[in-house]
């Protein structure tokens, strides 16, 4: 069978859909992995990155007894600029005890690299596959949009 063949129909998505519907993983995760279906792959890895960076400078300040340090204000920028999908993770993870969430979004980020370390195969494979996002499918006009819309004519 050629990788072609093989590849075929491919679905960026296959890592996320089998971590959702895996039943040893934690519930938490599910709904990350889940949450994350439908993202463009360098979005969701770079978000995760940063929401995981910011988490991380958050708990370093902490441990040092700092308030409003670095951490805070990395958390502080990623909420202001309000980016739906990290929102959408800022939500699912706030009340999570922030070890935990470090630990969640290091296995989220591995996920979303190996995701996206597909499409270099399928680019070094000369593979006529694409990635459709949520958001290029959408039909119509979404809340986000009209939020948006309105929040710039302010």
Known sequence: MKLKDAMRGYDYDLPLLDALND?????????????TIGVGLDIAYFAIRELEEAFAALAHDHS??????????????????????????????????LQLA????????????????????????????????DEALCEGVTASQLMARTQASS
């Open 102 to 133: 470090l630990e969640d979004l290091a296995w989220l980020k591995s996920l979303a690299y190996r995701r996206g370390r597909m499409a270099a195969v399928v680019r070094d494979e000369n593979l006529p596959i694409t990635y459709m996002t």
């Open 23 to 35: 039943p040893q993983l934690s519930v938490d995760r599910r709904v990350l992995a889940g949450a």
């Open 64 to 97: 040092n007894g700092v308030e409003e340090g670095v951490g805070f204000e990395e958390v502080a920028e990623i909420l202001k600029a309000q980016s739906t999908f990290q929102m959408r993770l800022w939500h699912l993870l706030d009340v999570t005890p």
